[in-house]
C-alpha cells in the first residue's frame, strides 16, 4: 500500500521506521527491491537508523525553549557518540545512542545551484574506491596524531587525549568497512566531517592554529611583492597569472598525504608550488574562455568560497579579489564557520584583511563601502555541502552573477558536477592519488572549470 500510495501522491521516496526492520538486511532488501519493481524504479525505499528517536526529537523541536526554535536553530548528528547502524538477522541492540550538536547558525539550500548531489562519489557503493579511503585514514592517523601533538595549544593531558581520539577513530573506520552504509552515505566528506567530530570529543578544536597563524604571517610578508608583480603585467597575461596563482596556492593544502610528504623532505615555498601544478593544457582547462568572458559584460557581483589559510588565501585569493573589485565587481568572500584542518575561518579571514588593507587601495576602499566582505558558510569541512549553508551566504547570493569554488575537498571531492543557475568557475589542484586514477590524469593536474548555465 505505500508503494500505490507514493506512486498516487507522487512521491519519490519512502521512509520506513520501526524495531523489527532496524538492522534486518533480508526484510530491507526485500521491501526495497519490492517498491522498486512495482515502481519501475520511480520510488526509492529508505530505512532510518535512529527511528526509535523519532518521537523524542519531535516532541522537542514541538515542546523545547521557543527562544532556540524561534532562532532558526539546525541540528546535525554527532557521529562520535551516535551508534552506527548493525546489520544483524538475528539481533538488534535494543538501546542505541543519538547525539544531536544544536548548529549555530541556521542552514538553507544554496539558492544557486540546481538539483543537487554534493559528493563525487558513493564511497558505500564502490568497494574498490571505499577500501582505498578507508585505509588513507587509517594509514596516516600516525601523522595526523603528530601534527595535533605539536599544533594543539591545550595540553591537558595531551598524549591520553590523543589516544583515546586515535582509539575511537580507528573502531569507527573498521565499523564502516565491515557496514559502509552505518552512518548514511558514505563519502571523503562524510569521513572528514566524522574526523573532525571526532576531535571535537576530546577537545581538540583548532590544532592547526599555530600552524595557520605562522603561514598567514609568512604569506602577508610575500603579499606586496606578489601584488607588485601581478599590477605590472599586461591585462591578458595579469589574468592568466591570477588563475595561476590561485592554482599554486593551493597546493598548500594539509589534509592532502603528497603534500604532506613532500614537505616533510622540504618546506614549500610559493614559487615552488605554483611550479609544481601541470604545465598546460591543464586537466580541465577553461582558461582561454574565462579571460574572453572577463573582456565581456563586467561581472556585477560574485561569492568565493575560499580554501585554505596562508598563501592559497594570501597570494592566491587576494590578488584575485583586488582584480575583480578593480573591474567593478562586489565580491563576497565566504568562509568556514568553524575550524577544519588548516581551513581559514569567518573570524581569521576578517582579522586577515585588517592587516593587508594597507597593502592594497582598492580592497581597503571596498571593505569600507562593503562591496568587499566576509560571510559564515555555516560549515566546519574541508569540503562544501551546498545543501546546508548560512542564511547570510543565501542572501547575499541572491543577486550573484558568479560563483567561484576553490579547493580539491569544494570543487572536486564535492561540487565538480555540480549545475549553476549563474556562471560558476571551479579551481582546484588534483593532489590524490585515487582522483588521478579516477580522472587518468598526472598528479597536481590543475582544474579550471568555468561553465554557463544554459539559460545563457
Not at 547558525?105 to 558505500?124: H, K, R
Not at 575560499?306 to 573589485?325: H, K, T
Amino acid at each position: 500500500s505505500s508503494g500505490i500510495n507514493a506512486e498516487y501522491g507522487n512521491c519519490p521516496r519512502i521512509i520506513f521506521g520501526g524495531f523489527f526492520i532496524r538492522g534486518k538486511k533480508t526484510t530491507m532488501h526485500t521491501i526495497s527491491y519490492a517498491i522498486n519493481y512495482w515502481s519501475k524504479g520511480s520510488v526509492q525505499a529508505l530505512f532510518m537508523r535512529h527511528e526509535g528517536y523519532l518521537g523524542a526529537v519531535g516532541a522537542y523541536l514541538m515542546g523545547g525553549d521557543e527562544n532556540v526554535l524561534n532562532a532558526g536553530g539546525n541540528y546535525g548528528e554527532n557521529f562520535a557518540f551516535s551508534d552506527g547502524m548493525e546489520v544483524n538477522e538475528m539481533v538488534s541492540k535494543a538501546l542505541q545512542f543519538l547525539e544531536l550538536d544544536r548548529l549555530d547558525l541556521p542552514l538553507v539550500s544554496f539558492p544557486l545551484v540546481t538539483d543537487y548531489q554534493a559528493d563525487l562519489i558513493n564511497l558505500a557503493l564502490e568497494t574498490d574506491a571505499r577500501h582505498y579511503w578507508l585505509d588513507i585514514f587509517k594509514h596516516g592517523l600516525d601523522k595526523f596524531c603528530k601534527v595535533i601533538r605539536d599544533g594543539e595549544s591545550n595540553r591537558d593531558h595531551i598524549d591520553q587525549r590523543i589516544n583515546l581520539f586515535k582509539n575511537k577513530f580507528l573502531e569507527c573506520l573498521a565499523l564502516l568497512r565491515k557496514n559502509p552504509f552505518a552512518y548514511g552515505n558514505l563519502t571523503v566528506r562524510t569521513l572528514l566531517d566524522c574526523r573532525e567530530q571526532f576531535l571535537a570529543e576530546f577537545h581538540f578544536y583548532d590544532p592547526y592554529l599555530k600552524f595557520k597563524e605562522a603561514e598567514n604571517k609568512a604569506a602577508v610578508d610575500q603579499l606586496h611583492d606578489r601584488l607588485t608583480y601581478i599590477r605590472g603585467l599586461p591585462w591578458e597575461d595579469r589574468q592568466v597569472e591570477l588563475i595561476k596563482g590561485i592554482l599554486g596556492g593551493n597546493i598548500f593544502d594539509w589534509g592532502s598525504s603528497a603534500v604532506v610528504q613532500i614537505n616533510e623532505e622540504k618546506v614549500i615555498d610559493f614559487d615552488s608550488a605554483c611550479a609544481m601544478v601541470q604545465e598546460r593544457p591543464w586537466f580541465v582547462d577553461h582558461l582561454d574562455h574565462w579571460v574572453k568572458r572577463l573582456k565581456r559584460v563586467p561581472i556585477k557581483k560574485m561569492i568565493i568560497f575560499v580554501d585554505n589559510s596562508g598563501a592559497d588565501i594570501v597570494l592566491g585569493i587576494l590578488p584575485f579579489v583586488e582584480e575583480m573589485l578593480r573591474m567593478g565587481s562586489v565580491v563576497i568572500l565566504a568562509a568556514n564557520s568553524r575550524p577544519a584542518l588548516n581551513d581559514i575561518t569567518t573570524h581569521e579571514l576578517r582579522f586577515l584583511l585588517t592587516r593587508v588593507r594597507s597593502l592594497s587601495p582598492i580592497m581597503d576602499s571596498a571593505l569600507t563601502t562593503s562591496t568587499l566582505k566576509v560571510v559564515e558558510n555555516g560549515l566546519g569541512s574541508p569540503c562544501l555541502d551546498l545543501s546546508r549553508v548560512s542564511q547570510q551566504v543565501a542572501d547575499e547570493c541572491e543577486d550573484c552573477d558568479l560563483v567561484v569554488i576553490e579547493g580539491m575537498g569544494r570543487s572536486i571531492h564535492t561540487n565538480f558536477n555540480s549545475e549553476f543557475l549563474v556562471e560558476s568557475l571551479k579551481l582546484a589542484v588534483v593532489k590524490n592519488k585515487w582522483l588521478c586514477d579516477k580522472f587518468s590524469c598526472p598528479m597536481f593536474s590543475a582544474v579550471c572549470k568555468y561553465e554557463i548555465p544554459d539559460r545563457h
